[in-house]
């Protein structure tokens, strides 16, 4: 442990944690998209599915705990290696210019704190019901908890999905450096594969950002109801 | 006085051998009491510092830049020379220490052009072993590339950044002694003055360049590499940092400057374009291999070189030398140059250059092969010129490049001042009056790796360690000299910069004692030169203070050195009456312009003796005595 | 040409600088950008002002003294081009240039333009080098050195410590210098032995020296005057996992 929390001290250690962390977050959002996107194959397919996850009882709680502390662990990382680097300009520059680096790298940070106040609006609304309790207390025709109901009411609000549709953007934006950088960071760089790893982040990102919003944006046109 | 070069008798072959055998040695309990002085942080300066704190003596080193690595060695771009014979083509230590001693026209002392030679396989080891990455072949061999018109291929190199990898290799060993606190490393701090006690070196006194603080070092021992003196000439191929104060203050104290008109002038640079050039930039001789160097028939023909037919266009070195053309010595062919750009016939602004032609290679090898033979070089070429040199000819012309001279030094590289070492490119000792390409390399650090650690130790293993303390009045003496100095640069407050002198001197010593030189001019220049120097103590104007970082007060520091050099340079090349290497006196050539040397009355090395300020110096000589090889004539014809 | 210049000027490390404003007449665009400011502090020298102090030595880009952050971008940002080899017909007449330092926290400002990068060379101390002293080395052909991994070594070795990489970094990370050395000696055998120290030290001394870490942003990699690749880079992670996950 000690050698781990060692290596968690260095940059480039930290580095690594934030790569790790970030890959397992990506994983996360692959596999909550997916099943999110069940929602297109009617209330039935969705209910089940989410009540197999609750079914999973312990494991469940596992992973939830897991999630957490990756998450944790992302942001933590993230914020102290941007203390140490604000902390190693403390001049800046009159005329501040650059060559090659993109917007999406620049405000990586920012997309990632904004995600943060995302998800915890988000944990608040449908998973907590602190927002609105009544949506834990929709049942469908078979008895299961009605998570396609509380979908299509959630993103019936235009405001509620216009923060939903930011946030997705934000992800998107996030993932384009992020999972590009994840390459060079765990030290995957080759001259015959660098081409496909420069694109895996912006794909990646758009991909995601439309899958996302492709369900608030089926329930405002009322393609979901 | 009598010159001791104490090389030793016997065979050539076991000279070195015989020497180290007889070398008293320090107890290595001993080592760490004893404290030794390198100024200098170069191939040479960096490699005694790394091996002396290797051995075990606590080492203080001194570079004016801010970090070590930054030396003016790192320039160097074509190669090294060793006597490998990797490429079975018939090279061996005698032939390496024959080309060097033709090379340098026999102006050099055998017994230590021999010991290089035999030095130099063991640098080339030395160096893989320390991570610089040489070019290699596709089994995984080194590559060696040929060099300097030499006929064989001895050259080792990487890409045309070699001095930077060896210098990078020798930076790296230093460091891992400064990290085992054996070396202390003192980054920009210039040496001010040697200090003598009862005939010994035993410190130097140094100014802190950022704090302006002046201290002074106490030590067993005292090494200078510190580099050449060609910016004396104001525009060089030489860093500008690179400074004569090191060497010349220990000559004011009693070292002797040896040879110090030999001067080397390099014949592929780029151009002067105007009044506010500060360096010149070298372009590798290797381009002389497919570029073809011609200038307009006609005098002042200043059509776009593409318009000029091919019936008005002198080849001159194709012309003048058939057998060698344009890959003629540097010496000639950069006297050729000149010649042309005399006549009138001269490219360019100011009609200082000459063109350095590959269209011809062009169109026979097409420009993919000399892309990837020059492209480097190409590309530097336009980003100072602005010109693309596949389309247009390039301009070169000759700069001042090297300095043969130095001070005096005997086989051991001891200068006649006890306890004072001289290695590199600051003492004079393996290059005679011409040095080889990729051989400059080879000696500081044959020097610094492989001779130094013994004879140092000879000199150390009869001395009482730290018998000299910092407090005796020699220390006070010599602190209070370099104060005044600053005091009195500083107090001139006159009209002129710094730079403005140097620009001064370096013209004057470019046209009288540059690539040609002759009584007439060299007297002129002996009384111009004194005339800038009083101009200078009266009318120099110092901004800045003493206590601070001052590049301007360092400059004339400098500056001021350069003046005093000057004029020994004058009279030195004004006392050697005959043509030899690099120094072409007018009056000493065959009708076809060729240095006629005379080695009946001029075999010797001019030693000169510093008599105090204001007093012409002493000529002292140490005669060339040669047991193995035969004095020949250079042709390149 | 003329040109406005807004120079950094800050007479020592204490003290607190500002951007100075000099007007540049009569520039040539032959001038490289040092001779431009050589003539700029003759003119300074003259009228009995302080000239503008800045470092540079070789200028012919390769001692890597030179500095300079050129209208936000090191070494004016022009493809593997230092400062001392950058030319004024680069530049219009009437321009407007801003000349500042490298910034760091690293690399703290001596006076003007001129800063202190001995954090450097304390990362090279930290194992920036192959312990083999002089004398016992074996033959330099015992050992065959694929020619692709010399090559490698080389294109990292190139590095000039010059410290652009530093400067142009959003971060201030030192992360191309470090793994340029690191990844110069582990691709070759003789940087073998010590390869997990190497890495462990350097980059240890990396963070104290308080250099940024890196968020591939590339800038490094874009203004660095010897094209060092941030290839290296991920070489030098790669060596600091094995290091980290392998070794005692
Ligand atoms: C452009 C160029 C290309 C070259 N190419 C080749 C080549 O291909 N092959 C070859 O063999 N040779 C070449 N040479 C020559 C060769 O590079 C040098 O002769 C050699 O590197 C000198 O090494 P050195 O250690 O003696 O001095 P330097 O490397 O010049 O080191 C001098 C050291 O002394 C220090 N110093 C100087 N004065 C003081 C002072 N007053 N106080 C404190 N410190 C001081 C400096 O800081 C520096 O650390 C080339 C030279 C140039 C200029
Ligand atoms: C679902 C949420 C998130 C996902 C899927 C995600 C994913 C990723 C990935 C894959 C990386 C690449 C790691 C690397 O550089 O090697 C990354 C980097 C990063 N993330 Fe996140 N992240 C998320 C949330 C956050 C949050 C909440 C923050 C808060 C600050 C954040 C800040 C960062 C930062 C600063 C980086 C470093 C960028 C870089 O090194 O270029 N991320 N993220
Ligand atoms: S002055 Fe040497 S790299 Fe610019």
């Known amino acids: ?225 | ?637 | 040409m003329n040109l406005t210049l807004r120079i950094w000027r800050q007479r020592n490390a204490q003290e607190r600088g500002s951007l100075v404003s000099y007007e540049a007449k009569d520039i040539s665009p032959d001038m490289s950008f040092l001779e431009m400011l050589d003539v700029v502090n003759e003119r300074l020298i003259a009228k009995g002002e302080e000239p503008v102090a800045f470092d540079h030595d070789c200028r012919e880009g390769i001692c890597g003294m030179c500095s300079l952050v050129i209208n936000g971008l090191a070494h004016g940002g022009r493809r593997a081009t230092t400062t001392c080899q950058l030319h004024m017909r680069h530049f219009k007449d009437g321009d407007v240039i801003t000349v500042e330092p490298w910034r760091s926290r690293a690399f703290p400002v001596v006076r003007d333009l001129v800063v202190d990068r001995t954090a450097f060379d304390r990362v090279i101390h930290a194992g920036g080098f192959v312990s083999s002293n002089a004398g016992g080395a074996p033959d330099a052909n015992a050992l065959p050195v694929p020619r692709d991994d010399a090559e490698k070594a080389m294109d990292a070795a190139a590095c000039i410590g010059c410290g652009a990489c530093v400067a142009s970094c959003p971060n201030g990370s030192a992360m191309l210098f470090v793994a340029a050395k690191v990844s110069h000696l582990a691709h070759l055998p003789q940087g073998h032995p010590e390869r997990a120290q190497r890495v462990l030290g350097m980059v240890h001394q990396m963070d104290l020296e308080g250099f940024g870490n890196c968020t591939n942003h590339t800038e490094c990699e874009a203004v660095c005057p010897k094209e060092v690749s941030i290839s290296h880079i991920a070489k030098m992670n790669r060596e600091f996992i094995r290091a980290s996950v392998l070794e005692a």
């Not at chain 2, 336009?382 to 090297?402: F, K, L, S």
């Open chain 2, 1 to 637: 006085m009598k010159l001791e070069s104490k090389v030793p008798s016997g065979p050539i072959e076991s000279k070195w051998d015989k020497r180290r055998n007889e070398m008293r040695l320090v107890n290595p309990a001993n080592k760490r009491r004893y404290r030794v002085i390198v100024v200098g942080s170069g191939l040479a300066g960096g490699a005694a510092a790394a091996t002396l704190g290797e051995m075990g003596y606590r080492v203080d080193c001194f570079c004016f830049q801010d970090s070590p690595r930054r030396a003016h060695s790192i320039a160097a771009q074509g190669g090294i020379n060793a006597a490998k014979n990797y490429q079975n083509d018939g090279d061996s230590v005698y032939r390496l220490f024959y080309d060097t001693m033709k090379g340098g026209d026999f102006r050099s002392r055998e017994g230590n052009v021999y010991r290089l030679a035999q030095l130099s396989a063991a640098i080339i080891d030395q160096c893989v072993a320390m991570g610089v990455p040489f070019a290699r072949e596709y089994g995984g061999q080194l590559a060696n590339r040929s060099f300097g018109g030499a006929q064989v291929s001895r050259t080792f190199y990487a890409r045309g950044q070699t001095g930077q990898q060896l210098l990078l290799g020798v930076y790296a060993e230093l460091c891992r002694q400064i990290a085992a606190k054996t070396v202390t490393m003192h980054p920009r701090t210039e040496m001010q003055e040697l200090v003598v006690v009862d005939g010994h070196a035993k410190g130097i006194v140094t100014r802190d360049l950022v704090t302006g603080a002046i201290e002074t070092f106490a030590a067993d021992a005292v090494v200078l590499a510190t580099g050449g003196y060609a910016p004396v000439f104001y525009l060089s191929t030489n860093a500008m940092g690179n400074n004569v104060t090191a060497i010349y203050r220990a000559y004011r104290k009693g070292a002797l400057f040896a040879n110090p008109c030999f001067t080397q002038i390099h014949p592929t640079c780029i151009p002067v374009t105007g009044e506010h050039q500060s360096k010149l930039t070298l372009m590798s001789e290797s381009l002389r291999n497919d570029g073809r160097i011609w200038v307009p028939k006609r005098a002042g023909d200043k059509r776009d070189p593409r318009q000029v037919p091919e019936e008005d266009r002198d080849y001159y070195l194709e012309r003048i030398y058939p057998a060698y053309g344009n890959l003629a010595a540097r010496d000639v062919s950069s006297r050729a140059a000149k010649r042309m750009c005399d006549e009138g016939k001269g490219v360019g602004p100011g009609g200082l250059g000459v063109y350095l032609d590959f269209s011809d290679a062009i169109k026979r090898l097409g420009e993919g092969v000399i892309r990837e033979r020059y492209g480097n070089l190409f590309d530097m070429y336009e980003r100072i010129t602005g010109e693309d040199a596949y389309q247009v000819p390039m301009r070169i012309y000759p700069a001042v490049h090297y300095a043969m001279g130095g001070l005096w030094v005997d086989y051991d590289l001891m200068s006649n001042v006890p306890g004072l070492f001289v290695l590199g490119e600051a003492n004079f000792s393996d290059h005679g009056a011409n040095r080889l390409g990729a051989s400059a390399l080879m000696q500081g650090l044959a020097d610094g790796y492989f001779v130094i650690p013994y004879t140092l130790s000879n000199y150390l293993a009869g001395q009482k360690y730290g018998a000299v303390a910092a407090s005796r009045p020699e220390f006070r003496q010599a602190g209070e000299e370099a104060q005044e100095r600053i005091r009195k640069l500083l107090s001139v407050k006159g009209k002129r910069s710094v730079t403005s002198f140097h620009r001064e001197l370096g013209k004057v010593l470019w046209e009288h004692c540059g690539m040609e030189r002759s009584r007439g001019g060299l007297t002129k220049a002996l009384e111009i030169v004194p005339a800038i120097r009083e101009e200078f103590w009266e009318n120099v104007k110092v901004t800045g203070g003493a206590k601070e970082l001052n590049p301007e007060l360092e400059k004339a520091g400098r500056v001021a050195d350069f003046l005093d050099l000057a004029e020994l340079i004058c009279h030195d090349a004004l006392a050697r009456e005959e043509s030899c290497g690099c120094h072409l006196r007018a009056e000493y050539q065959t009708e076809e312009g060729e240095a006629k040397r005379n080695d009946k009355d001029y075999c010797f090395v001019s030693a000169w003796e510093h008599k105090g300020p204001g007093q012409k110096p002493v000529l002292q000589k140490e005669p060339l005595e040669f047991e193995t090889v035969h004095l020949a004539e250079r042709s390149y014809k």
């Open chain 1, 1 to 225: 442990m000690s050698r781990f929390a060692r290596l968690c001290q260095t940059s480039i250690g930290a580095k690594q944690v934030m790569a790790v962390t970030g890959l397992l977050l990506f994983g996360f959002v692959i596999g909550h998209l997916l099943g999110n996107l069940l929602v297109f194959a009617g209330r039935d397919s969705l209910n089940g599915y989410a009540h197999k996850l609750r079914d999973l009882g312990a494991l469940l709680w596992v992973v939830r705990v897991v999630l957490l502390v990756v998450f944790l662990a992302h942001v933590g990382s993230a914020l102290r290696l941007w203390r140490l680097n604000r902390a190693a300009r403390p001049e800046p520059y009159a005329v501040e210019a650059h060559l090659v680096t993109t917007y999406a790298g620049r405000t990586i940070v920012m997309s990632g704190l904004l995600i943060l106040a995302y998800v915890v609006y988000h944990l608040m609304h449908f998973t907590l019901g602190a927002t609105n309790p009544e949506y834990l207390k929709l049942m469908d025709p078979k008895g299961l908890p009605d998570v396609y109901r509380m979908m299509v009411l959630g993103f019936s609000n235009a405001a509620v999905s216009g923060v939903y549709i930011v946030a997705m953007i934000l992800l998107g934006f996030h993932l384009s450096h992020g999972l590009t950088s994840f390459f060079q960071t765990v030290g995957l760089n080759h001259p015959a594969y660098n081409p496909c790893f420069k694109r895996v982040g912006p794909v990646a990102g758009v991909v995601i950002a439309i899958g996302y919003i492709s369900i608030p944006l089926a329930v405002l046109a009322g393609l979901v109801k």
